[in-house]
């Protein structure tokens, strides 16, 4: 999906498209992409840690009752924001790399405190968790599971693919030595659909809501069927449209046109931005109603939509204007920073209920990460909970007075 001609003379020549030359940024591409200098000169951050970190006293039986620390495998499935295509958004040099060992949703670079993954939260719990990406990789290559992990996603996939990545994720599962295939709980994080989106005006039946929940539901079926002790994300993919106001008056942003050319080429207040802007609104609706209730959800086995992204709104500078901080050098995918905030909001939609997982609101306002509660120290994974001790309590108090004013209607009347 990605102009990889476009990248090689670009990185390696002078360049101009469209009018517009490399800046001094993008002309020095002498950077070592393949070191992760930019990582080792970011501040730590402050340690993290909750009262309760240990695991279940017995491996739990029920998806219901799994805490952080029970969790012993972590996957992912997507696209190029799971990639992490570009994410130390310096130069035009790293857009053809993907830097797994960052990705928001399965990075294992360093600790904690060197990049928040949420595989680096839950390597705070469980420092054995197989298997977080350890290195970057590059796009046009396919990478063996000892460079990806278990990151199973593809740069430039539509959801039509996703089925094929966990296939191939099953077989590395059942066939991996640091694991247990049956007995090990796992979580699988799944954001996919955004590249839909993107070639929606190309192909409007093939990339079409109905086609987008069909493959879906394929994907999830797949999973319930065939995967035993897992807990699969779904998250809902973002609001897009804002994506047209990052801007940068340089080659890689050019990049967008080629990549997303349904968002970034209508004019504005068209016809064809307003039927993409539906489109968009379309597939979170319909994601969400094909993932509420028990529709994948058996004893060993749950999908839950985590909602975060939601309502997202761009990063923005105390003047109004973007914050390019978050975004890479193609002006479309998130940097180190961008990917941290989605790491944390994950996070802690897993351990809000449904009805309180809270959405953000905007990436300028930097996300708290939580801890799970002492009332429930599992991850949630249920659409609706079950009632709580206090919940059955007040109903059985509330049934027995109602049944003692009965009994007194009854006998007045017979009186």
């Not at 009752?65 to 924001?81: E, P």
């Not at 996603?153 to 599962?173: K, Y």
């Not at 994080?189 to 070639?199: Q, R």
Request: charged share 20%; aromatic share 12%.
């Amino acid at each position: 999906m990605f102009p990889r001609v476009l990248f090689a003379v670009c990185v390696f020549a002078a360049c101009h498209v469209d009018g517009f030359a490399l800046t001094e940024e993008e002309e020095n591409s002498n950077q070592d992409v393949f070191e992760t200098d930019f990582l080792l000169q970011r501040r730590l951050h402050p340690p993290f840690s909750c009262p309760d970190m240990s695991p279940s006293p017995t491996v739990p039986t029920s998806v219901e009752y799994v805490k952080a620390a029970d969790i012993k495998v972590i996957a992912a499935l997507g696209d190029s924001l799971t990639t992490a295509i570009g994410a130390n958004g310096t130069t035009i040099a790293s857009i053809p790399f993907e830097f797994r060992q960052v990705s928001w949703s399965i990075g294992g670079y360093g600790t904690y405190q060197n990049v928040i993954t949420l595989a680096n939260i839950f390597k705070l719990f469980n420092p054995s968790l197989v298997f977080p990406s350890p290195i970057m990789t590059f796009n046009s290559n396919p990478g063996t599971v000892n460079e990806t992990g278990f990151n199973f996603a593809v740069t430039g996939h539509n959801t039509l693919n996703v089925s094929d990545q966990i296939r191939h994720m099953i077989d590395t599962f059942k066939t991996y030595p640091g694991m247990n295939f049956h007995e090990d709980w796992k979580v699988v994080t799944m954001l996919i659909g955004m590249n839909d989106i993107c070639d929606y005006c190309k192909n409007k039946t093939l990339f079409s809501p109905d086609n987008f929940i069909r493959y879906m539901t394929e994907a999830l079926d797949m999973m319930m069927n065939e995967i035993p002790r897992a807990i699969v994300n779904v998250v809902q993919i973002l609001p897009m449209k804002p994506l047209r106001e990052v801007k940068r008056p340089t080659i890689g942003c050019q990049l967008q046109k080629k990549f997303c050319s349904c968002l970034v080429l209508p004019e504005e207040n068209s016809t064809e931005l307003e039927e993409l802007i539906e489109m968009n609104y379309e597939f979170q609706r319909r994601l969400q109603k094909l993932v509420h209730g028990d529709r994948f959800f058996k004893k060993d086995f749950a999908v839950i939509l985590q909602p975060y992204l939601e309502n997202a709104r761009p990063p923005r500078l105390p003047d109004g204007s973007i914050d390019l901080s978050f975004f890479t050098a193609d002006c479309f995918h998130f940097t180190v920073k961008g990917h941290e905030e989605l790491a944390k909001g994950l996070w802690n939609n897993m351990f809000q209920p449904v009805g309180e997982k809270e959405r953000i609101e905007t990436f300028s306002k930097p996300v708290q990460l939580i801890c799970p509660s002492k009332e429930h120290p599992y991850i949630y994974t249920r659409a609706k909970a079950a009632p709580s001790d206090a919940a059955m309590k007040h109903f059985s108090l509330t049934t027995s007075a109602l049944m003692s004013l009965l009994s007194v209607f009854v006998l007045f009347n017979c009186l």
